[in-house]
């Protein structure tokens, strides 16, 4: 993540003596700036996706306003944020206890401000879910509340967690005027931008969203809620681009699509959903990087 390699090869070295239990906690570099991994139940922060950073380096300073983290997990978009612009306010959406507990103690670790963390899922309706683990860690990012999201991977824990609406934060009177949202949330991606519709109108974020492949035409419940994705893109106004990525998954370019289509690799998974009215500053932030249809 713009960083030497000598650099990179000493963070793996260094995670790997936190796996190991022998480090309190790691020290990073993001973006030219340091910050700090606290290491809590065998857990720590190394953010992993170097594109991630040049996108928002880019981003951030094109667009003032709140920073909306849809899937916190253990605060990757978070210190790749504050490393860029550490005075960004930033509202972060976590249903696991365990990675909001790991996320409230990265902020104090590095002292950040204008920082909050709101223990629940962002949806469209308020209530309980069901989160399912695929993997043996309590820390897993590839956790979903989506029911068979993963058919065929066998579900290795589950736990209640609780769900809340973006109006519900909204009345809670914290500042919501939204410049950036980023949305990681393992398949729940329809039900985040459906609670957060009614604001893009006024607010006119742009998106940074993971939607993970369909695969095959035949795998109904992905292709369905890419449909609905496209659906409320057309109603809201925004134009989509999927982030391509270099050999070291930097940033490559940024291809402005119509629809998602079928698509059965995961690195086609990332993508920018913008205001059409904000075209001409997008265009402007990305002058080397938009590629056509």
């Known amino acids: 993540m713009q960083s030497?390699?000598?650099t990179q090869l000493r963070s793996r070295g260094a995670a790997a003596l936190a796996r190991r239990g022998l480090l309190r906690r790691l020290r990073l570099e993001?973006?030219?700036r340091t910050a700090v991994s606290p290491v809590i139940g065998g857990a720590f922060c190394v953010p992993s996706e170097p594109f991630m950073v040049d996108l928002l380096s880019r981003i951030l300073p094109a667009k003032p306003g709140l920073f909306v983290d849809v899937g916190v997990n253990l605060g990757q978009t978070l210190l790749a944020v504050k490393s860029i612009d550490r005075s960004r306010a930033y509202l972060g959406f976590e249903p696991n206890p365990d990675c909001a507990y790991y996320a409230e103690r990265l902020i104090a670790a590095n002292g950040y401000d204008g920082c909050t963390i709101v223990p629940a899922g962002l949806s469209d309706r308020p209530g309980l879910a069901v989160l399912h683990r695929?993997?043996?860690s309590s820390f897993d990012s590839s956790a979903s509340i989506v029911t068979e999201f993963r058919p065929g991977e066998p579900v290795l824990g589950t736990s209640v967690v609780?769900?809340?609406t973006f109006a519900q934060v909204v009345e809670t009177g914290i500042p919501v005027?939204?410049?950036v949202v980023k949305i990681d949330v393992e398949g729940a991606e329809?039900?985040?931008l459906r609670s957060m519709e009614g604001y893009f109108g006024s607010h006119a974020p742009w998106v940074i969203v993971e939607v993970l492949p369909p695969y095959r035409a035949d795998n109904e419940q992905r292709v369905t809620r890419i449909k609905g994705i496209e659906a409320l893109l057309d109603r809201c106004d925004y134009v989509m681009f999927r982030i391509?990525?270099?050999g070291g998954d930097g940033l490559a370019g940024l291809r402005r699509l119509d629809v998602f289509g079928i698509y059965d690799d995961v690195r086609m998974s990332d993508y920018v959903f913008v205001p059409r009215r904000d075209m001409p500053i997008f265009?402007?932030?990305f002058p080397d990087r938009v590629v056509a249809r």
């Open 30 to 32: 993001i973006a030219g």
């Open 190 to 192: 329809l039900e985040v």
């Open 134 to 136: 695929y993997a043996r």
């Open 4 to 6: 030497s390699r000598l």
């Open 177 to 179: 005027q939204t410049g």
């Open 244 to 246: 391509e990525k270099d």
């Open 283 to 285: 265009e402007t932030t």
């Open 162 to 164: 609780p769900l809340c």
